[in-house]
């Protein structure tokens, strides 16, 4: 999956387009390998393991999940453990749980990615997991959210649809890439796609910034929000019917960048775990008669995924079902529509299709009924919003799982005269090759818009088509640049357009440690609002930075890093704290500081 074939010849869209907030840079060079000009960078990614077939053996009732066994064997598989690196960087002793950490061998890009695996007890078949299944997992991750670059969680197939679409609501403000994925087969059969199917879950986690609740299977990966499970005896098991795939990994792994999800926002991570229960999901059938609809709308229900024919319709000639279920909204029990069909979507066209409209029935849109079902128990414990609130909640397009058609004129990349005139000039017509220019012109300009602070400028690109968490050939976002020159008003307009707080350029910076750099304080805050921590690698040689700054008494930086969340009682490499080191240069301004 990883390496291309040496023969092929780039082509112009590869050699010209870079992926906006593609490829983490990760550590700074740690260690120069070969002949010394590519240096190898670390990626640290969390693995929940929740069960499944993936961690299955046969016992005597069947496949069942083992506990403690992953770890034990994947140390044995060299594809998914590179033992030799493990014992060369004494991994094991610098780890939090070292018996529970491996090394994927150094990947195409450089990168080493290094995961723990944590198992919740029991592992569970997915067909046994619960709501207070999907809150363990979430209380999981955000208990280790700023350790870790990205997330892998190992889950059962037969109900990941519903997971994932319901971690998907759970998660509010996501900064990072979080995978699902599981197998057909146990990962500890001869053959069997769970090795497949973890390998590319680590290495998209650990190598790029997708913000999203991701599931990886056979070779793509998806949103997570928008699968279905469609076979039960294929590798092939899910399908993404109204969303084509957010990545492909093939020869090469090509990410559709403009498909990511992002927060849009200034808001923290958080997981909000207190799902509705009292949910169901109702499917028509021909002949379904208005006492089993009466009995299904009976409390506690608080409401309903309606299952309807083709693009939303329910019989109009029923009055005993449309009174059900018009009764039931005047009760205010929330009804949410949802096709039968698994492509294509809810519309008004026909006669059918407006009578459930007009008893008070939301239209779901294309959502799949896994995510229509989990985003009703997400929205109705909103117990902070009125009915109309949550009927409205449910209606917009919360995580992505749902196609909302824009309205108004957006400037389309053919209209845009800057790139129409560049490709006059190169004689170029065909969309992948404007694309390619867009994608090649977009990261200086946006960054040069960033220096100047021009917000009017950045809109025009985004309205462009462009993703403003695009990077420059360092790898630098707009994001790098107004956190560099403080412009705050440009920070926050880059959060609110979706910028990743968590993009590092080649050097090893983030936002947040150019921020702290050119001591801009309420950037720092900001940023820090949004997510933004400090990462075990910017604390590197942190106590020996911060007495630099006590000895030359530079109390802004040492303010810029308090700011940021630093401990400055660190040591540096002789052993004296900033203040011991302010007392014996004499800085009284630096003592003022501590002392206050
Ligand atoms: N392939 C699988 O993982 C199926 C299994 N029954 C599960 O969902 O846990």
């Avoid at 207070?132 to 190992?154: C, P, S």
């Avoid at 957010?246 to 923290?268: F, G, H, S």
């Avoid at 999901?281 to 009995?295: N, S």
């Avoid at 700011?563 to 009284?588: C, F, I, M, R």
Wanted: glycine share 8%; aromatic share 8%; with cysteine.
């Amino acid at each position: 999956m990883e390496t291309p074939p040496a023969s092929r010849a780039p082509s112009l869209g590869r050699a010209l387009a870079r992926s906006p907030g593609d490829e983490r840079p990760g550590r700074p060079p740690a260690s120069a390998r070969g002949c010394g000009c590519k240096a190898e960078v670390e990626a640290r990614v969390l693995v929940i393991n929740t069960g499944g077939t993936i961690s299955m053996v046969p016992d005597d009732k069947g496949l069942t999940p083992e506990a403690n066994k992953l770890v034990r064997s994947l140390k044995n598989m060299p594809q998914l453990h590179d033992e030799a690196y493990a014992q060369e960087k004494r991994l094991y002793d610098f780890h939090e749980y070292p018996d529970k950490t491996l090394v994927l061998p150094i990947s195409k890009q450089n990168k080493r990615i290094i995961y723990t695996i944590l198992e919740l007890s029991p592992l569970l078949d997915s067909s046994n997991m619960t709501p207070e299944d999907w809150a363990k997992i979430a209380k999981k991750l955000e208990e280790h959210y700023e350790k870790y670059d990205g997330f892998v969680i190992l889950h059962g197939t037969d109900t990941m649809a519903y997971t994932a679409s319901a971690l998907s609501f759970m998660f509010e403000n996501l900064g990072k890439t979080v995978v699902m994925t599981g197998s057909q087969v146990p990962l500890y059969e001869l053959r069997n796609d769970g090795r497949a199917n973890l390998l590319g879950a680590l290495l998209f986690a650990g190598q790029f910034v997708i913000p999203e609740v991701c599931l990886y299977f056979y070779n793509k990966l998806y949103r997570g929000n928008r699968v279905t499970k469609v076979d039960a005896g294929s590798f092939n098991a899910f399908s993404s019917p109204n969303l084509p795939p957010l990545a492909n990994a093939e020869v090469d792994i090509k990410i559709n960048w403009d498909t990511v999800w992002r927060a849009n926002t200034k808001k923290k991570f958080r997981v909000h775990t207190n799902m509705n229960r009292n949910v169901g999901l109702l499917r028509i059938f021909p002949g379904i008669t208005a006492a089993a609809v009466k009995a299904f709308l009976q409390r506690p229900i608080e409401g309903i995924v309606l299952e309807t024919y083709g693009s939303g319709n329910a019989p109009n000639n029923r009055e005993d079902l449309l009174e059900e279920l018009k009764k039931a909204t005047e009760r205010k029990v929330v009804i949410l529509n949802c096709t039968q069909c698994l492509r294509g979507s809810v519309t008004t066209v026909y006669a059918t299709g407006q009578t459930l409209a007009d008893v008070g029935v939301i239209p779901g849109g294309d959502m799949t009924p896994e995510a229509a079902l989990t985003k009703l128990s997400y929205t109705l414990s909103k117990s902070e919003l009125s009915w109309e609130g949550k009927r409205q909640m449910l209606s917009e397009n919360l995580r992505g799982e749902m196609t909302v058609v824009p309205t108004g004129d957006k400037i389309s990349l053919r209209d845009s005269k800057f790139i129409q005139v560049i490709a006059k000039s190169l004689s170029i017509s065909c969309k992948e090759e404007l694309e390619a220019i867009r994608d090649t012109l977009i990261p200086p300009l946006a960054c040069a818009a960033a220096k100047l602070g021009d917000i009017d400028a950045l809109r025009a690109i985004r309205e462009m088509g462009g993703n403003l968490s695009c990077e420059d050939y360092d790898g630098r976002t707009p994001l790098h640049i107004a956190a560099s020159e403080g412009h705050l008003p440009l920070v926050e307009y880059l959060l609110m357009s979706g910028a990743t707080v968590y993009a590092r350029d080649r050097y090893g910076s983030t936002p947040l440690t150019n921020a702290i750099q050119f001591r801009h304080i309420e950037v720092i805050n900001l940023l820090r609002e949004t997510g933004a921590h400090l990462s075990s690698h910017d604390l590197e040689n942190i106590g020996t930075i911060l007495c630099g700054l006590a000895a030359k008494g530079d109390v802004d930086g040492l303010y810029a890093w308090y700011q940021a969340g630093a401990d400055l009682e660190q040591t540096g490499y002789d052993g004296k704290n900033p203040l011991q080191v302010a007392e014996a240069t004499g800085h009284t301004e630096v003592l003022d500081f501590f002392r206050q």
